[in-house]
């Protein structure tokens, strides 16, 4: 039997409607675009989703066809030009290949909005089956999508078959890919199936996602126990879906892809909606004031190890500057000592660079990007610390590395303390999900009182580990979980909150 040839590519960004900045080219040739054998290159061993399919189809010895590869971290609108980017390279690639392949795999995201489309993954499926369907080709289309993804009724009617992660922190982000290409190989060879999607009001925010408690556990528990049960089911995607897009699509979803009846999988996903709003007090959890927290630490026995102060307003893996000093500022004023900060600021950064380890410096950091995220800090201390900001994963199944694989990248970077704080200052927002981040820079955290973590979930299988405690703490910023105060527009009918 001949060898099967499939076409790859890869598009991949979470797209926060409401930050002002828009992500073009540049921030993604940041984050990464491959094109053509650099698909490959670039990826195999990385420890990414595309790793893992690569690594499946040598296990099946496919022939691979790598059409192009791109990647931003989370942020504002994407531009058409990068759009365009892709649709050229993909579709020429396609167009030369299409007569011989017998598949395509793409390594999505699922969240994307650009200038020009509310769906982007959507259209483009759309746009793969009607040109395969003129040529009168019959190929199944298979995506490994996010957790996060607000999968459209288009992007189940025009492909054959998505298969996302299962687990938030996303540590299973390399295996999925391996089950869709296992999937992909079943399809393949001839596997008849539909798939169907179940839209849902709830818009839950990212701190209400975690697979390990419920709403979510309980759904995917279900969904994993009717996946066993029924042999004709090739896989249910629970969607926890990502809550700062203001698109019709936005929010919780549920879609399986099935060889049986119709009837019978619509029935699962809504069993599995009943599930949902049977465990949904967990759904829309609410910020403590730093006051409040700080209040409790003083006055409850404590373990050894930091105590973690998360700031999902401004969490970066959700697409903020990660220069947000809502939570940092207090903190300062209040007298606490032993404190570790991150701080996105490539100015402040390069700042620290025209000098050297151990001078003085008297600078304006963080909240330079947006007025959403707090004001600027004056900070007097020392510079302990200058690098080049390249790291590689402690933890190579890290959240961080269903991004960008496992060596990363945070550009320029300095660390500077004083007698309150050490901070961190990086040049590219780096989400806080592998201890190697801070480590690679001579930071202990371990060894701090407070950690302040940008983030809602992801930080949880790096951090939780090593601290005596965990509070999510009020702040401001645009991946606040208090969704009502974002200006929403197109979510008419949905549920923003648990109140
Ligand atoms: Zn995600």
Redesign the pocket.
């Known amino acids: 039997m001949k060898n099967k040839t499939v076409l790859m590519a890869g598009l991949f960004h979470?797209t926060h409607t409401f930050i002002h900045h828009k992500t073009g080219l540049k921030e993604f040739r940041e984050g990464g675009i491959s094109i053509g054998p650099d698909v490959i290159s670039n990826n195999i061993g990385n420890g990414s989703p595309a790793d893992g399919f690569l690594d499946y189809a040598d296990t099946q010895k496919w022939s691979i066809i790598p059409a192009i590869q791109m990647m931003a971290n989370p942020s504002g609108i994407v531009m058409q030009e990068v759009i365009e980017v892709f649709y050229k390279h993909f579709f020429e690639s396609f167009e030369q290949h299409c007569a011989d392949i017998d598949g395509i795999f793409l390594v999505l995201?699922g969240?994307m909005v650009s200038e020009g489309s509310d769906d982007v993954e959507g259209d483009l499926f759309r746009e793969i089956h009607s040109r395969l369907t003129a040529k009168g080709i019959d190929i199944p289309v298979v995506a490994v999508i996010?957790?996060?993804?607000n999968v459209s009724k288009d992007m189940t009617n025009f492909s054959t078959c998505l298969y996302s992660?299962r687990m938030?922190p996303?540590t299973d982000a390399r295996k999925a890919a391996v089950e869709a290409a296992a999937l992909f190989g079943i399809l393949m060879r001839g596997q008849k199936s539909t798939q169907h999607h179940l839209g849902t009001p709830y818009v839950i925010p990212p701190t209400g996602l975690a697979t390990a408690s419920d709403p979510m556990k309980a759904v995917l528990a279900r969904a994993r126990a009717i996946e066993l049960q029924d042999p004709d089911m090739l896989c249910i995607n629970v969607m926890?879906g990502?809550s700062y897009a203001d698109i019709v699509d936005c929010g919780f979803s549920l879609n399986c892809c099935t060889s049986g009846a119709a009837s019978v999988a619509q029935g699962y996903l809504d069993e599995l909606l009943l599930v949902f709003e049977a465990n949904m007090s967990g759904a829309y959890p609410k910020e403590a004031a730093l006051e409040m927290v700080l209040k409790r630490i003083d006055t409850e026995p404590r373990g050894p190890g930091p105590i973690l102060l998360v700031e999902p307003a401004d969490n970066i893996?959700g697409g903020t500057p990660g220069d947000g000093t809502g939570l940092l500022s207090p903190l300062l004023d209040s007298g606490r000592k032993n404190i570790i900060a991150i701080l996105n600021d490539p100015k402040a950064a390069s700042q620290c660079h025209t000098l050297k380890v151990d001078d003085q410096v008297s600078l304006l950091i963080g909240a330079k990007l947006d007025n959403h995220h707090g004001a600027p800090i004056k900070f007097d201390g020392t510079i302990c610390h200058l690098s080049n900001g390249q790291f590689d994963l402690e933890n190579e199944n890290s959240?961080l590395a269903?991004?960008v694989g496992t060596h990363i990248d945070m550009g320029l970077c300095a660390v500077l303390r004083n007698e309150q704080v050490t901070i961190l200052l990086t040049s590219r927002k780096t989400p806080p999900m592998d201890l190697g981040q801070l480590h690679s820079q001579g930071i202990r955290p371990e060894d701090a009182d407070y950690v302040i973590v940008k983030a809602a979930v992801?930080h949880k299988d790096a951090y939780d580990p090593i601290a005596a405690g965990s509070y999510n703490v009020e702040s401001v910023g645009l991946c606040t979980s208090n969704l009502k105060a974002l200006p929403y527009q197109n979510l008419v009918g949905k549920q923003l909150s648990g109140d």
């Open positions: 979470e995201h969240a996010d957790f996060h993804a992660y938030n996303h926890g990502y893996g959240h269903s991004m992801s």
